[in-house]
């Protein structure tokens, strides 16, 4: 199993371009998740879902959206790209069926916004 | 609004010593799920131990535990015996115990360095 895969591994956008970031997990995993990382700080929760077709803010929603596409995928995009969200961007999924399933978390996405 | 703490912004240890890495927490929530995770100089976020805040025993993973004090609302994690590939950042995080609420939390984590 490959777990959870997150592309690209790597990005440089400019200021208002778009883009699209993938995720895809092959646990059969209920729940998706998307958090950025910044420097000095912990892992922040951007957007989660805990089926297909549900989505909910986390703690930092603000100049995203995502999809959940189905069970296996779940995309971040960035309409219009800023300098503040310069970051690494980690996907994670969780089985969710029992309160202390832990989530499992992707490669990650350093994202540069220039 | 719950909140993580960890207080130790980088720690240097020798090879084969015991390392206890500090988390304090602070939730208004009765039931709840502590977390510990490594990320290595890679990238990459590895799950490392569970604490619920009803189990009566520490959490324990191997070379892993977990110091629960609940009246402390502390959470630390103990390494023993400390190997060169434990070098990697280390974050606390935690959760409400409700289904529907899978908010992690996370510390902003403690930098270990294994010294041999």
């Known amino acids: 199993n490959a777990g959870v895969t997150q592309t690209p591994k790597f990005q440089v956008l400019k200021t208002g371009q778009s883009m699209t970031l993938q995720c895809a997990q092959d646990?059969?995993?209920?729940?998706m998740y998307w958090y950025r990382q910044d420097p000095g700080m912990g892992l922040r929760l951007i957007y989660y879902?805990?089926?297909?077709?549900?989505?909910d803010k986390g703690e930092v929603p603000n100049g995203y959206n995502v999809s959940r596409l189905n069970k296996r995928e779940f995309s971040l995009r960035l309409e219009s790209a800023a300098p503040s969200q310069t970051s690494v961007y980690f996907c994670?999924?969780?089985?969710?069926?029992?309160?202390?399933?832990?989530?499992?978390f992707g490669p990650g996405t350093r994202l540069t916004v220039l | 609004a719950q909140k993580i703490t960890q207080t130790q912004p980088g720690m240097f240890v020798q090879e084969k010593e015991a390392v206890t890495l500090d988390c304090t927490y602070d939730?208004?929530?009765?039931?709840?799920?502590l977390f510990w995770y490594k990320q290595p100089s890679s990238g990459e976020m590895i799950f490392l131990i569970y604490?619920?805040?009803?189990?009566?025993q520490n959490a324990t993973e191997g070379r892993y535990s977990l110091n629960f004090q609940k009246a402390r609302k502390s959470a630390n994690l103990v390494i023993s015996a400390s190997q060169l590939g434990d070098s990697a950042m280390y974050f606390c995080?935690?959760?409400?115990?409700?289904?529907?609420?899978?908010?992690?939390?996370f510390g902003t984590g403690t930098r270990l360095t294994i010294i041999p």
């Open positions: 994670a999924s969780s089985e969710a069926l029992r309160i202390t399933d832990t989530q499992y």
């Open positions: 646990m059969n995993h209920n729940s």
């Open positions: 879902s805990a089926s297909e077709g549900t989505t």
């Open positions: 939730t208004s929530d009765q039931s709840y799920g």
């Open positions: 604490q619920g805040s009803y189990d009566e």
């Open positions: 995080a935690m959760r409400p115990m409700d289904f529907g609420n899978e908010k992690l939390t």
